[in-house]
C-alpha cells in the first residue's frame, strides 16, 4: 500500500505554476553550464530527519503523523520503512540519500544482534536501490545517542566506548560499501567537551586521529572507494566540539596526517553556530583543497541552536552554489537535505512540501550562479580590485623577487603608497542582485 496515495511524481511545471507538489524551478534534465541540473545538484534525502524525525523537543514529545510507523521500532517496521523512504524519494526525484547505522535498523540486545538488524536493513535497501536507481551519497555511524556514547565516542574517556564505536563503524563502512556509497561522513556526535577540568584534551584528540586512520585503513583493507568527509560543527551536544569549524577541521586532518584522505562537509546551521556564514566555511575549505559535500539547511537568525530548516533563501543557495562551481562542482558530494520539518508541520505530505523547497531554492541558486559566471562582471570586478598585483611591485613579490630589505628601498624611493580605491562594497551586492531581480 503506498504511503503517499494522493502524491504522484514531482514534476516540473515552470515558474508560473502555482500548484504546490510541483517544481517551479527544479528541472532535472535542463543544461547549466552544458550540465544537467541533477548532476550539479546531487540532491540527497538525510534518513535521520524525514524518515526519522518525530518532532519532538525538550518540551513535548513528538507530533509528526506518520501512518506507516507500527507502534515498535522492530524490524518489520524498519523494513517497511525503507519503503516508504524509497517510495518519497521516487516521487521527489532525488537521486541520493544519506543514513546513520541507527537510522535504518534498530539495535538488539547485543552488537551481533544489531548487526544482525542491520543486514536485514540493508538487504531492504539495497532491493529498493536496484529497483529505483537511487543510490546512497554518503552512510554514516550514529555514535552519539546510545548512552555508551554519553562521553563520547573516539574521545570518550572510557577505553570501551572507543572500542565499540571501532566496531561500529567497521560495520557501517561495510555496508556503506555493499550499499555502493559515494562516501562517508564523521560528524563528531560528543566528540568534544563540557568541562576542561575533567578533561584530558590532547589525549581525546590523539584518539580521534588514531580513530580516523583505524577507518582510513579498513576502507583501504576492503576495497571502499568512497570519499570521506569531516563535518564541522562548534557545538551541540558539547559545549565545545572538536571539529569546530573549517580552519579547526582542516588543521586536525593535516596535523594527523588525514588530508589525503578527508575533504569537509560543509553544514550551514554549523556554520553559523560557529559565527560564520556557509560561504565563508565553503570558501576556506575550497581554498585549501578540502570542499567535499553540504549539508543543506539553514538556522533562525533569532534562536540560537541548530534549527536545521529547510533551506529557502535563495541568496543562500547561489552563494553556496557559485563556491561549489568554482572549485570544480559537487561530485562526488552533494546537496544533502540535513533538514527537519516544524514540530507543527506534522502530516506526511510537508515532508514534500519541504523538499521541493529546498530543491527549488537550490537550482534557483545553481542558475543565478551561472549567470553570475557566465557574465564574468562579478569576476572582473574582483580580478580589478587585485590588479596592483598583476604587475610592476606586486608581480614582482608574487614571483618572490623581494624580501624587507629591497622593499623598504622601493617604498623609500617612492615615498608613499599609490591611493587606495573604493572598495565599492555596496556597488558588489548591487551587482549580485542584478541576477536575482
Ligand atoms: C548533526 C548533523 C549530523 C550529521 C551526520 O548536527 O549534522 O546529522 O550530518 O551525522
Ligand atoms: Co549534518
Redesign the pocket.
Known sequence: MAAFPDVDRIKFEGPKSTNPLAFRVYDENELVEGKPMKDHLRFSV?Y?HTMRGTGADPFGPGTMVRPWEGPEDTLDNAINRVKVAFEFMEKLGTPFY?F?DRDVAPEGETLAETNKNLDAVVAALQQEQERTGIRLLWG?A?LFSNPRYMHGAATSCNADSFAFAAAQVKKALEVTKQLGGEGY?F?G?REGYQNLWNTDMKREVDHLGAFMHMAVDYAKEIGFTGQFYF?P?PK?PTKHQYDFDAANCINFLRAYGLEDHVKL?I?T??ATLAGHTVEHELEYAGMQGFLGSV?ANTGDLLLGW?T?QFPTDVYLSTKIMLAFLKYGGLAPGGV?F?AKVRRESFEPVDLFHAHIGGMDTFAAGLKVAAAIRADGVLEGMVKDRYSSWDSGIGAEIEAGKHGFASLQNYMLAKGDVTPNVSGRQELFENVVNRYIF
Do not use: I, L
Open positions: 538525510a535521520w544519506c546513520h554514516t550514529n561522513t560528524w556526535g563535518e560543527k551541540e562537509n553544514e546551521n554549523h549539508d541548530d536545521d544533502n540535513d
